[in-house]
């Protein structure tokens, strides 16, 4: 079975801190994906990879930053956290769309909450 | 430019009986097309998936869906509601596989 995995189930943060949110999968998938997830807003992606060290913006990436230096490994930054920042966010993979339809892997979500 | 809409963002229905989640999608290409689930406090799982070939689809828990490219829509639909379908919906499309657009999501309430 796939497996993506976040490092956190919950977190509580204080305004103003940097803020490491972090997700490895384990079945070598090109694609990793950053999203946030807002009651009546549905999912919406802060920013994707498709390769070690490429980043790709998404729809709101304003105040976060990405990092991969693993295949595995797709880290979220919040340079300095703020309250409009309390959300879920959820971490997803996939295999590239050239080797086949395939769908995104997600993993169980971090409760982020800045105080 | 993909986008999907999912009407009615709250549905309700009583324990047995049909349940129908609507999806129609925009897509300047032949789309995928993706069903989640999604329970409290928990990430998204899939239900089932259109990529190409029939256009009636089966999923896990009894639920299905069908592809109408004519009116560009991938409703989700499962013949008698059981409890344990209570949850968060979400449709999504993908025209290259390489990036995924949601639906806000639809909750669903079984009432016993």
């Known amino acids: 079975d796939v497996k993506v995995t976040q490092s956190s189930r919950y977190l509580v943060k204080r305004t103003g801190e940097k803020v490491f949110l972090e997700c490895v999968q384990d079945?070598?998938?090109?694609?990793m994906f950053w999203y946030r997830q807002d009651p009546g807003l549905g999912l919406r992606l802060i920013y994707f990879?498709?390769?070690?060290?490429?980043?790709e913006k998404g729809d709101i990436p304003e105040g976060y930053s990405v990092s991969r230096e693993k295949k595995e490994r797709f880290s979220l930054i919040l340079e300095s956290a703020s309250t409009n920042q309390t959300s879920m966010y959820l971490c997803a993979s996939s295999f590239p769309g050239a080797a086949g339809a395939t769908e995104a892997f997600f993993g169980q979500g971090t409760r982020l909450t800045v105080v | 430019a993909q986008s999907v809409t999912q009407l009615g963002s709250h549905v309700s229905v009583s324990e047995g009986a049909l349940v129908l989640l609507r999806c129609n999608y925009s897509?300047?290409?032949?789309?995928?097309l993706f069903w989640y689930v999604q329970y409290p406090n928990q990430g998204l799982q899939l239900l089932l998936k259109?990529?190409?070939?029939?256009?009636l689809v089966k999923g896990i828990n009894g639920f299905e869906a069908e592809f109408k490219k004519s009116e560009t829509s991938f409703h989700l639909t499962k013949p008698s509601a059981h409890m344990s379908d209570a949850a968060e919906y979400f449709c999504?499309?993908?025209?290259?596989?390489?990036?995924?657009?949601f639906g806000t999501g639809t909750s669903l309430t079984v009432i016993p």
């Open positions: 990879s498709y390769d070690v060290k490429m980043k």
């Open positions: 079945m070598d998938h090109e694609n």
């Open positions: 259109y990529t190409t070939g029939a256009t």
């Open positions: 999504a499309v993908s025209d290259t596989g390489n990036q995924f657009y």
């Open positions: 897509s300047s290409v032949p789309p995928y």
